[in-house]
């Protein structure tokens, strides 16, 4: 174990909390579980002990003992039980770079072996199969021959300016299979030429950084990067925010990339997206990495309304003040109790609103909210932004 895994940046930012507990106040695990430790907080002060306890200047000026087992677990399940929302960090008065320092924390407590089992699970899946799912990964592609119409070629070609990277969601749970569906169907509409990796296509490596396995990111992030590379491409377009921002934050600037979002609204700028009247109220959910990550607020919300007959209303907590629906960080895989109780939150915010759907930009919130909606017979509809424009689709 060692202190390394920190940068000199984020020791000095801890230094700078003023213990105000406004993270406390939106923290989406707080609220669900009435549980205080999970806050940023808390987390901080637990870091800081662990930081001062080991061996070396710290231990010498300030003479602390290290850690017990009991107290390395009770850390522990603070680190792990967080959706890395990064609500924390949006409200930090002095700024603190919170979601990377929950990274780095991460990172840490897998190099000193405190962290869930279920972390060494996403470590063999990913190292056996490339996919955190322990799926096939020669049927990564498989959702194509779901389509109405699937093409021969299955969208695997040798050559192309785009490349649709689809994401581990999208490429094996049936409720979110629908996005890449819909959006290829879009794209095919408009005449877009692009290429889809298939069984090339590894995780972009989110799990591994939410897991503390960065190491691992590194040999799948140089395996996607040749892939792309042999393709010829010069775009890569993302459906699914956690890749698109994966890519964004920590892949060299080599391709241009957009999220589905974008892409659609420059294409129905350009009027090349026919669309029909659709009758329905509807609110929208910015995902965590699209909308407090990549700053993606306008586009999802300037695709709902360029569909004629749709009436849009906001949520009271809305764009960078979001709540994450539950599905972040590992979280339903840590604690899959914690992440359906944050989704009921989410769920009962939006049914105040009176919207008959939620449409929100990507597979991970899509499964996650309706996979509630579900179990609880919920009348609300949950939809990706790139389904309501294929519903709007005019043929
Ligand atoms: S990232 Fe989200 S869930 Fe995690 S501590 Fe911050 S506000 Fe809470
Ligand atoms: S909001 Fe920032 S300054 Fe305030 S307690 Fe949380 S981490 Fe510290």
Redesign the pocket.
């Known amino acids: 174990m060692s202190n390394q895994d920190y940068s000199v940046k984020q020791l000095f930012e801890m230094g700078?909390?003023?213990?105000?507990?406004?993270?406390?106040d939106v923290c989406p695990a707080v609220s669900a579980s009435s549980e205080g430790e999970l806050?940023?907080?808390y987390r901080?002060k637990g870091l800081n002990q662990v930081l001062k306890s080991r061996a070396g200047l710290f231990r010498r000026l300030f003479g602390k003992r290290a850690p017990s087992e009991e107290e390395w677990k009770r850390f522990s399940n603070t680190v792990f039980r967080c959706t890395l929302c990064g609500n924390?960090?949006e409200?930090?008065?002095?700024?603190?770079h919170?979601k990377d320092l929950w990274l780095s924390i991460r990172q840490d407590m897998v190099h000193s072996g405190h962290y869930p089992k279920k972390i060494d699970m996403i470590r063999e899946n990913l190292a056996e199969d490339h996919n955190v799912f322990a799926e096939d990964n020669e049927e990564r592609a498989d959702w194509v021959e779901d389509m109405e119409d699937p093409p021969d070629d299955g969208y695997i070609k040798e050559q192309a300016d785009i490349v649709y990277f689809t994401g581990c969601t999208a490429a094996y749970f049936p409720l979110a299979q629908k996005i890449p569906i819909a959006l290829a169907e879009v794209l095919e509409k408009s005449d877009v030429d692009f290429t889809l990796l298939g069984e090339d296509e590894w995780c972009c490596g989110f799990p591994m950084l939410g897991a503390g396995l960065k190491e691992m990111f590194e040999v799948f992030m140089a395996h996607n990067l040749s892939v792309i590379r042999e393709k010829g491409a010069k775009e890569i377009l993302f459906s699914c925010p956690s890749c698109y921002e994966m890519w964004r934050s920590h892949y060299p600037e080599e391709f241009r990339i957009r999220h589905a979002s974008q892409f659609l609204m420059e294409l129905i700028r350009k009027d090349r997206v026919p669309l029909k009247r659709l009758d329905l109220t509807v609110t929208y959910h910015d995902p965590c990495d699209l909308g407090r990550g990549a700053r993606v607020f306008d586009e999802p919300r300037d695709l709902i309304r360029a569909i004629p007959g749709v009436r849009f209303v906001e949520l009271p907590n809305n764009r960078e003040n979001c709540q994450c629906c539950g599905g972040g960080g590992n979280l339903e895989m840590v604690d899959p109790e914690l992440s359906a109780q944050i989704a009921k939150q989410k769920i009962e915010e939006i049914l105040r609103t009176g919207a008959e759907a939620v449409i929100t930009s990507c597979q991970q919130c899509v499964r996650t909210m309706l996979t509630y909606v579900r179990r609880n017979k919920v009348s609300l509809e949950v939809l990706d932004v790139t389904q309501l424009i294929r519903r709007a689709l005019r043929q």
């Open positions: 700078a909390c003023t213990n105000c507990q406004v993270c406390a806050s940023a907080i901080m924390c960090q409200v930090c008065p002095v700024g603190i919170l």
